[in-house]
Each structure stands twice: as C-alpha cells, then as structure tokens.
C-alpha cells in the first residue's frame, strides 16, 4: 500500500489513522509528526463500532482510511501543546480510554529507552507490533523522530527476526515463544519484551538462540516502558502505594486521557503520582518486581494468589503450550485457583492432577490450580495482552 502526498490536518488537530500495519505507516507518521499534527492510531482490525466509538470519543479532524480520508465538520479543538499522539489504552481492564502523550514526552521516552539499552539512534528496529498501540507506535515514531531505520512488517512471523543480525525489536512474550519454537537465528538481536510475564525458561531459551533479552514494565499512559528489567528509565521515579500499588512520576507521563476529565483525576494521586493500577514491590536498590493486577488478585482463604506467578509455573509444564489463570467463586475459600490451559497436544492434554503436582515443588498448597479448562486458545486484545475478565468457564 502507498500513502503519498500530504494528509489532511494542520498543527495541533488530530488525525485518525486507520490503516494496518506496515510501510506505508511510516511515510504517514513522518508525514504528520513533521508537520506537527497530532496522530491517534486507531487498531485496523477492530470491528467497524469499536473504531466509531474511538472516533466519537476523539473527535478527530480527519479520519484516514484504505478508502481515503474524511474529513469533519465539528473536530475537537486543535492543541498542540497537550498531545502529539492520542493512543487507546489496551482495554484488558474494560472500556479503552485514550491516553494524550506530549511530543516532549514522547521524545524523552524514545531517548532514556535508547540510553537504557545503549543503542544509537541509527541502528535499525524492526516495527512487528501493531502500530496501534504504544509497544508498536514507539518503535516507528523512531523513524520519524530520531531518524532511525525502521523496517515494518504487515504481521508477525519468526522469519521476519531470524539472522536479521544487529537489529532491536519490542515484543510480547508469545513472539518469543514463536521464535524459541521455529529456533530462529537470534544473534544480534535485542528483544524488549512487554505486554506480560515472561517465563524465566523461554526468556533463557531465546538467549540460547542469540538473543538479548530484555524485560519492560510500562503503560500507555507513561509513553511505554518506564522500567527495563526492573530498573526504572532516568527521570523516572517508582513507589509503591496502599495495597502494594505501583505508582509513577516522571517526563514521560502523559497529560490525562482525552475528553475525560473523570478518568483523568482518577488516574492521579493528589501529589501528581499516576496510578498504575498495577502491584509490586522495590528492593532496596530500587529495582522493581511486578506481581500483577490489583483487579487481578485471587483472594482464597485469606491468602493472596496471583496470577502472574501460578502462570509461570504451569506454563513449565511440557504439556501445557499456553495458560491463564483467574479466581471462580468457592464456597469454602471464598475463591480458588482455576486455570486455562491451551495444550501442547490436542491429543496428550494435561490432567488437572498433572498440573498440581507440577506445582507441588513450585507453590504454596492454596496457589495450586482447583478447577482445570482446556481451550483451544486464550482471549487476547489486539495488541496480544491477555484479557482475564473475558476467561469463561
């Protein structure tokens, strides 16, 4: 697909962009970001009323399309200052909100990333995330912002990474698993993992094959990851609430979800730290640990299960090719451990005695898994997060 000429949309008035991924995402993006217009990326393959409801809430200027671009009547006021990308959150907790990301903050965001892995600002990214979300926007706004080579592709596949050589690319923890699967020639490459845990077994696997791995914490709202393997980015301070929440301030967090004021003051403590929403802990060098969701937590019995943790365990299981683990109501206990499990084989799938004494060596007795599903796969958003509330029995 070309995208040529100039798009529609002055300085500070947004442009929707609905296209999928690939090149032309760049010449669009570079397009706009030098001309300082404002940019949402909007999921290509939503359904049509998922993205009419992001445009309402946006109230772009233009919308662009395989189609064309069309162009509205009453847009939302241009503001240059507030937001050069408008970015949907990732919607695994409900209803996305649409996070208004500076261009200063953007900026720094790209820089103390370049600077935390040591990489120039010409060395070359592959874009294999989705453009639509912020693991994926990062890395082709470099092209455009930092000069950096970029080489997009339409969709993820192993080959597209194996004997790249010196190359970086962002990656959720299933890629990885395609890689470690297809035994993809990794050396050279820099993998920054987000989007979920990574089992410390696949993260070594994918070592063996070359690569360097490294873990990120972030989210939409602090311009992606604010902490690379547990070490919080420059300028950007951690530290844990109430409850064990993890909390953030720093260059590169965003300025409030559009067109919602409510949400706005909910994300943001009183002394302007952002809520994340998130649980973890620091050591006494500041390195942080993420257990999981404050939402997400299994309480059984009186004892606090999470998730994150009873997942890594059972996905060491050689039955067990993918899992997601969530609390179901229990008489006695309050909740007990369930977990859904995509077997490794249709036909040798894991038993749920199986499982539980996997864990017994692995887990406390109360974390292990009480009620087992077997399923053909796991409900992902579109960026590849696993959406927990949307697990069923």
Not at 65 to 76: L, N, R
Not at 103 to 115: F, H, I
Not at 317 to 323: E, F, G, I, L, Y
Not at 360 to 382: C, H, M
Request: hydrophobic letters at 40%; a negative charge.
């Amino acid at each position: 697909m070309a995208v040529t000429g100039h798009l529609a949309g002055g300085p500070g008035e947004l442009v929707a962009v609905d296209l999928p991924a690939g090149e032309h995402w760049l010449d669009v993006l570079g397009d706009l970001w030098w001309r300082g217009v404002s940019v949402m990326p909007i999921e290509h393959r939503l359904a049509a009323r998922e993205k009419r409801a992001l445009v309402r809430l946006a109230r772009p200027a233009v919308v662009v399309t395989t189609e064309g671009s069309t162009v509205f009547a009453e847009p939302a006021p241009a503001d240059p200052v507030r937001a050069a990308a408008v970015v949907a959150t990732s919607g695994t907790g409900g209803r996305p909100r649409l996070a208004e990301l500076p261009r200063p903050a953007l900026e720094t965001a790209l820089a103390r990333s370049n600077a935390a892995i040591a990489a120039a600002a010409d060395e070359p990214w592959l874009a294999v995330l989705s453009p639509a979300h912020i693991g994926g926007f990062l890395v082709y706004l470099r092209e455009a912002a930092l000069g950096t080579p970029v080489a997009a592709h339409s969709r993820f596949q192993p080959e597209a990474l194996d004997g790249t050589g010196s190359a970086y690319a962002s990656v959720v923890p299933t890629m990885v698993r395609w890689l470690v699967q297809a035994r993809a020639r990794l050396e050279g490459v820099t993998l920054l993992v987000g989007g979920g845990p990574l089992t410390p077994e696949l993260r070594d696997a994918a070592a063996g094959l070359g690569a360097r791995v490294v873990e990120t914490y972030g989210l939409t709202e602090a311009c992606g990851g604010v902490a690379y393997d547990g070490q919080p980015l420059r300028g950007t301070e951690l530290r844990i609430a109430d409850e064990g929440e993890i909390q953030l301030r720093g260059p590169t967090v965003m300025e409030g979800y559009r067109h919602d004021p409510g949400a706005t003051a909910r994300a943001f403590t009183l002394d302007g730290w952002l809520r994340t929403g998130d649980v973890g802990t620091l050591d006494s060098e500041g390195g942080l640990t993420v257990h999981g969701r404050r939402d997400e937590v299994i309480l059984s019995g009186g004892e606090n299960v999470w998730p994150g943790e009873v997942e890594r365990a059972l996905a060491e299981h050689s039955k067990v090719d993918a899992v997601a683990v969530a609390g179901r109501p229990d008489e006695e206990w309050g909740e007990h451990v369930a977990a859904w499990v995509v077997p490794a084989s249709e036909d040798d799938p894991p038993t749920l005695e199986e499982l539980r004494e996997h864990c017994r060596e692995r887990l406390a007795r109360f974390k292990s898994p009480k009620e087992l599903f077997l399923v053909r796969e796991l409900p992902k958003t579109p960026s590849g997060k696993l959406q927990r509330a949307a697990l069923v029995p």
